[in-house]
């Protein structure tokens, strides 16, 4: 049963994961088996818990522990559950949270690109994407559009990030994801490269020779300069959109939505 526990002083040390600890700080390098993540509002923790992620305590709007939430509490198990009026949970985090509730849940361990990209025929891997914002953007329409897994280099923003995770609306936990060290991991998993870029020779993206492709990785890049030189140069293909009005590129996550309607596993 879960422990519902009204909040009567701020600086309790079990709320420091709600209102005091950096994204860094929940990431916990040092530690990674201690590393948590925050997922907001309902459909965002049901996604979560639905995805396998175990929740450590619960924050919530008093209001709503019998309505909105009782049925997501329940699912949570014997966690605390910190309850409070509106005006106090906002003074409290900072903000006013997405429909009166937070849960702290541990950061599952990252799965291999190889076992992600097992029964994968359309995958989208992100160079270098750095603002959380587009992260969580990008993983909604990968799952919208047909995407079975996202690659993220090192240097991409973390996808269980909370702002990420919110832009998602939770699809970070129904699209398989991984960290990539390697692109040559790519041609090894039997997958040819699309890298999306603005070159001479780019192919359209309505270039029927995609859509033959068997299994196709599509590589976006980071949002002020793209993709690198070289990989464009070593990527199978150069593809673009096809832009009006003078229109050069376009917003990083609007450019993923595309690419992954024209190209995405939507069978």
Not at 131 to 150: C, E, K
Not at 192 to 215: F, Y
Request: proline share 6%; charged share 20%.
């Amino acid at each position: 049963m879960p422990r519902i526990i009204p909040i009567t002083d701020f600086l309790d040390p079990a709320l420091d994961v709600y209102a005091r600890l950096s994204e860094n700080q929940l990431v916990c390098r040092e530690h990674p088996e201690e590393g948590l993540f925050i997922a907001e509002s309902p459909k965002v923790i049901e996604r979560a818990l639905d995805g396998g992620c175990l929740p450590v305590s619960f924050l919530v709007e008093d209001r709503h522990v019998d309505t909105q939430a009782r049925e997501l509490i329940h699912r949570c198990g014997d966690i605390p559950v910190y309850t409070a009026p509106f005006d106090v949970l906002t003074q409290l985090t900072g903000f006013k949270l997405t429909r009166g509730m937070l849960c702290a849940m541990r950061r599952p361990a990252p799965p291999s690109v190889a076992r992600v990209c097992e029964n994968a025929r359309r995958v989208a891997v992100l160079e270098n994407v750095m603002n959380p914002t587009n992260i969580g953007a990008i993983f909604r329409s990968a799952a919208a559009l047909g995407m079975d897994a996202v690659l993220l280099t090192p240097a991409c923003s973390d996808p269980l990030y909370r702002r990420a995770i919110r832009v998602s609306m939770g699809t970070v936990f129904q699209v398989p994801w991984a960290w990539l060290e390697d692109f040559s991991q790519l041609r090894e998993l039997g997958f040819q490269t699309a890298a999306m870029a603005l070159k001479d020779d780019s192919l359209s993206i309505r270039d029927p020779r995609l859509a033959q492709v068997e299994k196709l990785a599509v590589v976006l890049g980071t949002e002020g300069d793209g993709l690198a030189d070289s990989t464009i140069e070593g990527c199978d293909f150069t593809v673009k959109i096809p832009m009006s009005h003078g229109v050069d590129s376009l917003n990083v996550a609007a450019a993923s939505a595309v690419a992954f309607w024209q190209l995405g596993n939507m069978e």
